[in-house]
Every structure is written in structure tokens, then in C-alpha cells.
T-cell receptor, first 111, second 115 residues
Framework: DQQVKQNSPSLSVQEGRISILNCDYT??????FLWYKKYPAEGPTFLIS?????DKNEDGRFTVFLNKSAKHLSLHIVPSQPGDSAVYFC??????????FGTGTSLTVIP | DVKVTQSSRYLVKRTGEKVFLECVQD?????MFWYRQDPGLGLRLIYF???????EKGDIPEGYSVSREKKERFSLILESASTNQTSMYLC??????????????FGPGTRLTVL
């Protein structure tokens, strides 16, 4: 059973607007979360992380929010740029064990 | 910059063949991982290794084996390839041991097709 879910397979956003990518998880023991970005024909690259002791982490245009009670995290990209068009994966781990990945959301930023 | 390389970008094999996928990292990472990526299923962990000659099963080890004779190299072996092993295979590495919350760095992937 999928422990990490990304329920939106795709998302289209106008350039300059905000992109919000969502991720839900079922395992309450997860305490560390990552977002990866993947371009076609390339491996995923690390984007941003958050530990469960925080509810927000920001890095430039990228912000990750964690709502532990709802078992939900989201990635905000502001402003969105055409180069952000990629597949985004969220991943979660518990107590330093293996990461579980979501199914990915394909983001298209329209110029 | 961390570099993780995989021996082939594209591979076509026949059912029943033995297949080797090689992965090399140049950052002296202790941990190495093999995933497969399939549409609608995301990345699923096949095997990982946190030290030379050490290996642990991930979520879907059936039909696969691994070898780690040197720290920088982690090989995935399909003993007898089957069509349901057609997939994108991704290798990754990270610091720390035995298990890690450190960032994993991925290779470019090998798209394997089994006919």
C-alpha cells in the first residue's frame, strides 16, 4: 500500500503565478521529508527538505509546508518559471530508515 | 559536485537473459540504492547497501540481486530477465550509515526493455 501519495498526476500554472504541489502520507512515524525534481531522461535532483520538528522551510522561490496533524505536506513555488516544468516527487522516511516516494506530479509552467 | 553514473542509458534484453546494471559514485558515500520507477507507482526501493559487501532488501527485491565489492560501485543483477522488469532503473547514493536521512543523489537512470 502506498504510504506516500501525490493525488494530482499533473498541474499547469501560468508563468509568474504560484505552483502548489501536494503530498499526503499515512505513516505517523515519518519524521523527515524531501522534495525532488526530475527532468525527462535525468535522475531526480534534491530540491528541499523538512524535518517534523518544523512546519515550514524556505529556500529561495521554494517553500515546503508540513501539517503533521493532517499528514500533509506541500511545496510552493513562487514565482513559477518555465524552467520549473518537471516531475516533482515527495519522499518520506521514519527514524532514519528508507525513503518512501510518492508517484510524482508533472508540473507544466506556461510562458 | 556529486556524480553518480550508470553504465547504460538504454538497454534492450530478451526474456531469460542475465542483466547487469552498474552504478558508480565518486563522493565516497557509504550508502547506495537501487530503485525502479514505473508510471503511477513512483520510485520503489529494490535493494540498498550501507557498506561494502553489505546489502539489505527494499520493498521489491524479488527477481533481483545486488553486489557491492567496492565502496564506489553497486551492481544490480537480474538473474533471468522477465517482461515485467521492463522499467526505468535509478541508482542513488548518500552519506551516513547504516540508514540515512541524508540527501540521496541520483544517477541519470537506465531504461531497460525486456522483450
Amino acid at each position: 500500500d502506498q504510504q506516500v501519495k501525490q493525488n494530482s498526476p499533473s498541474l499547469s500554472v501560468q508563468e509568474g503565478r504560484i505552483s502548489i504541489l501536494n503530498c499526503d502520507y499515512t505513516n505517523s512515524m515519518f519524521d523527515y521529508f524531501l522534495w525532488y525534481k526530475k527532468y525527462p531522461a535525468e535522475g531526480p535532483t534534491f530540491l528541499i527538505s523538512i524535518s517534523s520538528i518544523k512546519d515550514k522551510n524556505e529556500d529561495g522561490r521554494f517553500t515546503v509546508f508540513l501539517n503533521k496533524s493532517a499528514k500533509h505536506l506541500s511545496l510552493h513555488i513562487v514565482p513559477s518559471q518555465p524552467g520549473d516544468s518537471a516531475v516533482y516527487f515527495c519522499a518520506a522516511s521514519a527514524l532514519g530508515n528508507q525513503f518512501y516516494f510518492g508517484t510524482g506530479t508533472s508540473l507544466t509552467v506556461i510562458p | 559536485d556529486v556524480k553518480v553514473t550508470q553504465s547504460s542509458r538504454y538497454l534492450v534484453k530478451r526474456t531469460g537473459e542475465k542483466v547487469f546494471l552498474e552504478c558508480v559514485q565518486d563522493m565516497d558515500h557509504e550508502n547506495m540504492f537501487w530503485y525502479r520507477q514505473d508510471p503511477g507507482l513512483g520510485l520503489r526501493l529494490i535493494y540498498f547497501s550501507y557498506d561494502v559487501k553489505m546489502k539489505e532488501k527494499g520493498d521489491i527485491p524479488e527477481g533481483y540481486s545486488v553486489s557491492r565489492e567496492k565502496k564506489e560501485r553497486f551492481s544490480l543483477i537480474l538473474e533471468s530477465a522477465s517482461t515485467n522488469q521492463t522499467s526505468m532503473y535509478l541508482c542513488a547514493s548518500s552519506h551516513s550509515s547504516p540508514h540515512s536521512t541524508d540527501t540521496q543523489y541520483f544517477g541519470p537512470g537506465t531504461r531497460l526493455t525486456v522483450l
